[in-house]
């Protein structure tokens, strides 16, 4: 069990269900991109919307693994709507090749919610066409996965092709379209006094396991901020929600190995993975959401981040970095 499960203004506390704070929504004629739906979190995010009637598309690195996952979730909900679509985010080629197979297909798109697991178990080489341009990166490297990571650029690269899609989606619906990015309080806990190391985010011999994740949990905030501020006056509203953090499955797999004799303590102080969910699927799809843009939410309450989170200037500067990072030519 989660120790502080004092309820907040929103009726949820961190003990909260994905399901429970979704009980009674009906996502029925909603369509949904989650990525890194073949684990953890994300694929109880997929299981969760589609029990709401959500047809979700499970944007997986594994193919394999996501049509286990999506037979899995069949065997319970055997009316639940759910493709499988190959998406390696550590390569910009693969983002591109996911957008344009999904436009292909003339989807709508209601919901973007991006649940990819910074921390991976095994960090593997990518044969990825990512060009940067930072001179001394080495192409194809495991470092260039965790560089590609600490700013989150496959995942601003996904948002930007897919949001005229959105946009178009939000007009014909007249429903608001939903961008989650999933951050975690890993953001206040690590991460570097300026925020983003722009002179020395590709510097090899500083970089720093835990301090990188917290730069990129708070990119995902700062992408989303700017995001909103570009977009406010749209139909299309963009969301920031924490979702991850404090789970004690992704902290025994893939952060500190754990033994199992430590599991009673863990469970006394981190989230199960129902309850890490929550807070995604309680932006993804609450009434209480409808209209808030830009924010920061944590156990499915509006929460405060750090104050970097809110600097405009730097959420600009890096908003414009990844685009000079992403952009093709």
């Not at 994740?213 to 901020?225: D, M, P, R, T, V």
Request: proline residues 3%.
């Amino acid at each position: 069990m989660w120790i502080l499960g004092r309820k907040g203004p929103s009726g949820f506390s961190s003990c909260s269900t994905a399901e429970e704070v979704t009980e009674g929504i009906d996502g029925t004629g909603l369509t949904a991109i989650v990525t890194g739906a073949s684990n953890g979190i994300g694929t109880e995010t997929t299981r969760v919307l589609a029990l709401r009637g959500v047809h979700v598309v499970m944007a997986v690195r594994n193919i394999d693994l996501g049509r286990k996952v999506k037979e899995a979730i069949l065997k319970k909900n055997p009316n639940a709507k759910l493709d499988v679509m190959e998406l390696d985010l550590g390569s910009m080629a693969s983002v591109r090749k996911f957008a344009s197979e999904y436009k292909s297909t003339g989807l709508p798109l209601n919901l973007l919610i991006m649940s990819a697991q910074w921390l991976q178990k095994v960090l593997k080489k990518h044969d990825s066409s990512f060009e940067c341009k930072l001179d001394s990166l080495p192409k194809w490297s495991e470092f260039q996965l965790r560089f590609i990571e600490q700013i989150n650029a496959g995942h601003f690269l996904l948002t930007n092709i897919l949001l005229e899609t959105m946009k178009s989606t939000a007009l014909e619906s007249q429903k608001e379209g939903r961008i989650v990015n999933v951050s975690s309080e890993g953001h206040r806990l690590f991460g570097y006094p300026e925020g983003v190391r722009f002179d020395k985010i590709n510097d090899k011999s500083s970089f720093r396991t835990m301090y990188a994740y917290g730069q990129s949990k708070l990119a995902n905030i700062l992408h989303a901020n700017e995001l909103a501020k570009r977009f406010k006056a749209e139909i299309l509203d963009m969301y920031n929600c924490r979702g991850m953090g404090s789970v004690r499955e992704v902290l025994l797999q893939t952060c500190l190995n754990l033994t199992g004799l430590l599991n009673p303590v863990v469970k006394c102080f981190f989230k199960s993975i129902p309850q890490g969910a929550a807070t995604t699927c309680y932006v993804a799809l609450h009434p209480q959401v409808k209209g808030v843009s830009g924010e920061y939410f944590s156990d499915s309450n509006l929460s405060k981040p750090i104050a970097l989170a809110k600097d405009e200037e730097l959420a600009k500067k890096l908003w414009d970095f990844s685009l000079s990072l992403t952009d093709p030519k």
